[in-house]
Structure formats: C-alpha cells, structure tokens
C-alpha cells in the first residue's frame, strides 16, 4: 500500500546497519516515474506486502510495495514522484551505491491461495499494479488477467512483463491503449465471473465504483480484497 498521506510519516533515526540497502539502480518509466532497485539483504516478504522506505538519516519514510518477484536476489519498487515531497524526490535523485533505510515487510494484501485451478482478476489504477506484478513475477503458473487504467499510453509499466492477452490497459486520455476508457468503462462491458477472485488496488474512488461494479454482477464480497493507495 502506497499513501499519499504517509510521504512525512516519522520513523526512528539512527536506523541500524541491517536496515540499509545499497540502491543498484533507478530505472526511469515515465517523467514522474521509476523503478527504485535495492539490494535485497535477505528480505524475507510475501507477495503483494509493503516496506517502508526512507533516506538515513532523515527521519522520513513512505510506504511501497514491493514490484519485484518473491525469488528475485533484489527488490524493486514503483515511485511516482509527488510535488513536493520529501522520499520520492529524494529516491528519485538517489545513484547506484547509495543507501536508504528499509523497514518491514507489512501488510496482508497476498495471495491467500495462489493456486492454477482459480482464476484470479487484479485491477489497478496507476502505481496500484505494483502487488499485480510481484503476483505475478512470483507465481508463473496463475490464471490471471490484470487490468491498469492509466491516463496515457506510456503508464503501462512493463507491460510485456505479462503473459500475452493477459494484460488490459484501460487508457482514458489517448487513443492506442488496449481499452479506450477507464476500468469501470471496461467492467461494465466485459462482465465478470462470480467464481473469480478479484484483487484491487489503486485509488479510492476506483475501488469503491469498481466494488459496486463486482457485486452486482454476482461476485461474492469474498472474492474481492482491497488495497487503497490514496
């Protein structure tokens, strides 16, 4: 889970060494948007958890979840950069050799099955599809479709990271996207099967309409699971 809020949350200075990781690389998707790669230091984590990230030091962390597989040798997370703030400008400027301070693995938004028989529906707004990604790095054999709605083409982050046809961009702003609107648009004409597990992630707005979208089409409040980022 991502928050907004949390961009000045306070965290303990003086962290101890076994909290810092060396920065490995900045990988730029967007303008506003990276791809922050770490060491892993033997960070043990369950798909679809957060850490908290910050510069030693400071005194000041934010929330990420974690964008890399559970078998990855590092960690990756995906930073949209906020106006002003303190973290995310801050990682965004930061060189390979560099250290931040990490704190957890947190959260309960995983797989609580992650099995080949279930179908699985993840549905993100923007920076949301980070837990899809590490899902799906991590369990190979799923059967998942991911659908992002994103404002413009170049906000499908990785796209080929996912199996052909199992990936939807719902673009709402240029044309050229594998949906030309946004996921609500999408739901409301391809409807969903109530045997579906569904995972959602993203803005809160999103998440409610998407929610309402779900249940009245018959999918049981006990397939779907929520995360709100902002």
């Not at 790669?37 to 400071?58: D, H, S």
């Not at 044309?175 to 045997?195: C, H, I, M």
């Not at 959602?200 to 397939?223: A, D, K, T």
Request: glycine fraction near 10%; proline fraction near 4%; hydrophobic fraction near 35%.
């Amino acid at each position: 889970m991502v928050s907004i809020e949390n961009e000045n949350k306070k965290v303990e200075p003086g962290a101890a060494s076994n909290f810092l990781h060396k920065v490995l690389d900045v990988r730029f998707l967007t303008k506003n948007t990276y791809n922050l790669r770490i060491e892993r230091n033997n960070l043990i984590f369950k798909a679809g958890q957060l850490i908290n990230v910050g510069i030693p030091g400071v005194g000041v962390n934010r929330e990420y979840s974690i964008y890399s597989g559970l078998n990855e040798n590092f960690i990756d997370i995906l930073i949209r950069e906020v106006e002003g703030g303190v973290v995310s400008v801050a990682l965004k400027n930061s060189k390979p050799g560099d250290f931040v301070e990490v704190h957890g693995p947190y959260g309960e938004f995983w797989l609580t099955n992650a099995v080949e028989s279930r179908s699985y529906l993840f549905i993100a707004t923007g920076t949301g599809i980070a837990p899809f990604h590490c899902f799906v790095k991590s369990y190979p054999h799923l059967k998942y479709k991911v659908l992002q709605g994103v404002r413009f083409l170049n906000e499908c982050y990785d796209k080929s990271d996912y199996k052909p046809g199992q990936y939807v961009g719902c673009v709402s702003k240029e044309q050229g996207g594998d949906f030309f609107g946004r996921v609500t648009d999408y739901l409301k004409v391809n409807k969903v099967s109530p045997e579906t597990i569904t995972y959602l992630c993203g803005n809160r707005s999103m998440i409610i309409e998407v929610y309402g979208i779900l249940r009245g089409q018959g999918v049981p409040s006990s397939n779907i699971f929520t995360e709100v980022f902002f």
